[in-house]
Each structure stands twice: as C-alpha cells, then as structure tokens.
T-cell receptor, first 113, second 115 residues
Framework: NAGVTQTPKFQVLKTGQSMTLQCAQD?????MSWYRQDPGMGLRLIHY???????DQGEVPNGYNVSRSTTEDFPLRLLSAAPSQTSVYFC????????????FGNGTRLTVT | GDSVTQMEGPVTLSEEAFLTINCTYT??????LFWYVQYPGEGLQLLLK?????DKGSNKGFEATYRKETTSFHLEKGSVQVSDSAVYFC??????????????FGSGTQLTVLP
C-alpha cells in the first residue's frame, strides 16, 4: 500500500552542493513527474516521463536533471543548488491515460542557504 | 496556454458553514477538471474530478460541476467540518496542449474551519 514514496523528507544544502531527490512508485504507472510548490504559485512542473527511458522538460526545468531507467524510479538531481531552489518538491505518478488522476508523494522540503 | 485561476485565500469559516471556492480556467480544447486537497505536511490527494461538460464530481460531501459556458469548476460543500481545514487546488489536463497526462494547477486556496 506504499503508493509514491519520496526521500528524504527534509534537506538543507549549501549553495553549489548537489543532491538527488528520490522517488519510487509501486503502482506500475507509466507517467511520472516532478513539481515544485512555492507560496502563492501553486505547483509548477519541472520534468516528466511517459515511460522508462523517456523524459521531457516541464515549465521550470533549469537547474534540474532527471532519468528514468526503470518504471518504478524517477530521481530528480540538483546539479549545483541555488537559494532560488528552496521549495517543496513533489513527485507524482499516473496511469497516463486521459483524465487519469495524479498520485502524489508526501514531498521533500529543501532549503538552500 | 492553459491556466487555472482560483479565488484568493485564505478562507476562514465556522463549522457547519457553506463553502464555495471559485475556480475558472482557460484551455485550448476540452479539458478534464480536478480538485485536489492537501492536508498539512502531506502531498496532494484527488478530491473529485469531471471529464466533460455538465458532469458533477462529488466526494466526502464536496461537489463541483463542469460548466463549459462559464469555464468554471467551483467547489462547494454544504456544511464544513474542522477536519476540512486544508489547501484546495483546482487543476486541469488538456489533451489539446500536447500531453493529456500533465496537470496545470491553480495557486491553491487555504481553508481554515473554526469550531
């Protein structure tokens, strides 16, 4: 009954450091995505994937990389953290069909100092 | 491009009051519409959805009707409870935008219900 699992829950980075946010789902969903949530701005799409080996950019991709080597996992990499990347990050997945709802993880709260 | 506009929050109500959270949208095609709810410290959960005009989505006492003529999907509940305190997001997916799988979200409305 795990659904979408994100780790870590909290992270503090210094400017210039790199890290990977992990996301795994056990629902055999084709579609996976990463959003960032900032106050007053709703959720903005960073990157998404429609299946293993396929990724594409969303609305705000700069400073982030993704890969999709398996159906289950979709890690998000910050190459050189900046204070502007302080945010709450959500991973979400769906069956990928028209009208399919997204299933969200519980988020990673990232602070870059 | 597609966009979703929600009423500004925060909204504070007394228990058993009537709730309306307005949501209007702009889309190229015929989108599917969703309401998500986010409780403190958690991810978003699907509350209800509607996939075509005049459909009514409902769940846990909440309702929303897909109104194509006014491009709206307002969320309503007849009698709110303290446990309904959360942030509510309106969202759409538009197959005409190139990917029916992606969601465009509104900015969210914080609801606080007082006992």
């Amino acid at each position: 009954n795990a659904g979408v699992t994100q780790t870590p829950k909290f992270q503090v980075l210094k400017t210039g450091q790199s890290m990977t946010l992990q996301c795994a789902q056990d629902m055999n969903h084709e579609y996976m995505s990463w959003y960032r949530q900032d106050p007053g701005m709703g959720l903005r799409l960073i990157h998404y994937s429609v299946g293993a080996g396929i990724t594409d950019q969303g609305e705000v991709p700069n400073g982030y990389n993704v890969s999709r080597s398996t159906t289950e996992d979709f890690p998000l990499r910050l190459l050189s953290a900046a204070p502007s990347q302080t945010s709450v990050y959500f991973c979400a997945s769906s069956l990928g069909r028209l009208g399919s709802p997204l299933h969200f993880g519980n988020g990673t709260r990232l602070t870059v100092t | 491009g597609d966009s979703v506009t929600q009423m500004e929050g925060p909204v504070t109500l007394s228990e058993e009051a009537f709730l309306t959270i307005n949501c209007t949208y702009t889309a190229t095609g015929y989108p599917s519409l969703f309401w998500y709810v986010q409780y403190p410290g958690e991810g978003l959960q699907l509350l209800l959805k509607a996939t075509k005009a005049d459909d009514k989505g409902s769940n846990k006492g909440f309702e929303a009707t897909y109104r194509k003529e006014t491009t709206s999907f307002h969320l309503e509940k007849g009698s709110v409870q303290v446990s309904d305190s959360a942030v509510y997001f309106c969202a759409l997916s538009d197959p005409s935008s190139g990917s029916a799988r992606q969601l465009t979200f509104g900015s969210g409305t914080q609801l606080t219900v007082l006992p």
